[in-house]
């Protein structure tokens, strides 16, 4: 997926001085869900974890924006459970199918 960008201008600042640019990956509105969010933003990492590489998840964002809600969800309905518990049947699944291709350790 491309990336997009933002650039803020301020408005007080001397007109010479560069507008501050920002990229993202993906911006999510008000009526998305929890799985839409994984499956975009948490699910490839998890993938790349599980091929060895190391990975981040990592929420930042003004309080009251949802961040604990995105990471965490609610326990049921199972569709508002958050990336946590996706990424941990998300893994599992993987163990269980893998077979005897791989080994896993898991730690907590």
Same mark, same amino acid.
């Given at each position: 997926?491309? /990336?997009?960008?933002? #650039?803020? *201008?301020?408005?007080?600042a001397?007109?010479r001085?560069?507008?501050?640019?920002?990229?993202?990956? @993906?911006t %999510?509105?008000?009526?998305?869900t +929890?799985r839409?969010? %994984?499956?975009?933003?948490?699910?490839?990492?998890?993938?790349? *974890?599980? =091929?060895?590489?190391?990975?981040? !998840?990592? #929420? %930042?964002?003004?309080?009251?924006?949802?961040?604990?809600?995105?990471? =965490?969800?609610? +326990?049921d309905?199972?569709?508002? +459970?958050g990336i !946590?518990p996706?990424?941990?049947? @998300? !893994?599992? =699944?993987?163990?269980a *199918?893998?077979?005897?291709? /791989? +080994?896993?350790?898991? /730690?907590?």
């Open positions: 997926s491309s /990336r997009g960008e933002l #650039a803020l *201008v301020n408005p007080k001397d007109s001085e560069a507008p501050k640019m920002f990229t993202f990956d @993906h %999510y509105g008000p009526g998305c +929890q839409e969010i %994984y499956d975009l933003t948490a699910s490839p990492i998890v993938d790349s *974890v599980l =091929e060895g590489f190391n990975g981040t !998840i990592f #929420a %930042y964002g003004q309080t009251g924006a949802g961040k604990s809600f995105t990471m =965490e969800g609610a +326990q309905p199972p569709e508002l +459970q !946590i996706n990424s941990f049947k @998300h !893994i599992f =699944e993987e163990i *199918v893998g077979g005897d291709k /791989r +080994q896993f350790l898991i /730690r907590a």
